[in-house]
């Protein structure tokens, strides 16, 4: 579609989340909760986390006041988009008995109609990377195909992101519906608007919506521009790196401190490390497979039968996610795992910084 800026009110706005709510989706979106910015069900433009914004270091986390009432003044928290198109906890079928015939009966697709509210770039890139991942399972699929994008371009970041260093950010290129960049200063509160899809366009539609001034547009691009993030990661060259240095030290240094919790692989937007089981009913006549989330930091993931774990180690565990999120992610999809989010780093409890560790190995440090 033609590339236009469009100015966008507050009350517009506003009246735009009311747009596509009455085009029949389920608004998805941040709000404050228990003092972390979650994603949840949102009604109104007042549900967002308006005048709050998160402050973010390695096992670090805390949301305080802005000096003004930006809507999409924050970053990022502990949850991803992932959680609704990969669910956490999902059941496949059900299995019934009843004189001594077997019947499967499979869950419905999920066809509800979504909305994700303040999609930033980084994430973006999750979702086209879960696109490469999932491509050809049709839940998923019927998911992704019913979710509309509204993306924000970021004003600011914290000091754990990176998406500059892995292409994936600050700013949004592609792969939304609708995307916002925010203006909030002394003088001005609005939006600039893109369009980027007809579904877009349409719920657009009913909006009386001006062209941006050229200087409305360069001030919202000043406001991307402005953004200066402190890690980097040598994205072109990691992948060799950590195929050469299976045995490196590091790796030994690094598990002492890992608590293979599992909490990086969790708020991970890229993770699908999966497990399905079977529930068996009390009765004994009913059986439901479910599947779930699953980590590669967790000692049964890697469990072959008869044989064990084949990564009983932290050393090994926390090896075998870093090489895959940065190396062999490229030889299994074509593209790199990791989105440069920094969550791993800002929810790990004992906060291990994964540029730092690749920069260690990458440099050779012991």
Known sequence: MENRFLYCSKEQFE????????AGYRLLGPKLHN???????????????IGWMDEQDPGHYRVKRREDNAYFGYNLGPHSWKRYLFPSKEKFWSSKKENEHLEIIPEPLDSE????????????????????VFKDIENYRVRRENTFIVAVNCTRCVNTCFCAAMGSGPKVTGGYDLLLTEVVDDRQ???VLEVGSEAGFKICGSLTLREASDEEV????????????????????????LMKNYEHPRWDQVAKRCLNCANCTNVCPTCFCSDTQECVHLDGQAVDRWKGWESCFTQWHSYVAGVGSVRPSARSRYRQWLTHKFGTWWDQFGMS???????CITWCPVGIDVTEELAAIERGEQ
């Open 337 to 343: 795992g990791c989105v440069g989010c920094g969550r």
């Open 35 to 49: 003092e972390t910015i979650i994603l949840d069900r949102i009604k109104t433009a007042r549900d967002l986390p």
């Open 15 to 22: 009246r735009l989340l009311e747009l596509i709510g009455e």
């Open 218 to 241: 360069k001030t919202a691009q000043a406001h991307i521009e402005r953004i200066q993030e402190k890690r980097t990661v040598d994205n072109a060259n990691i992948h060799d790196v």
């Open 113 to 132: 109609k979504r909305a994700f509210i303040g999609v930033r770039a980084c994430e973006i890139q999750g979702l086209r990377i879960l696109d490469r």
């Open 189 to 191: 509160h609005y939006f």
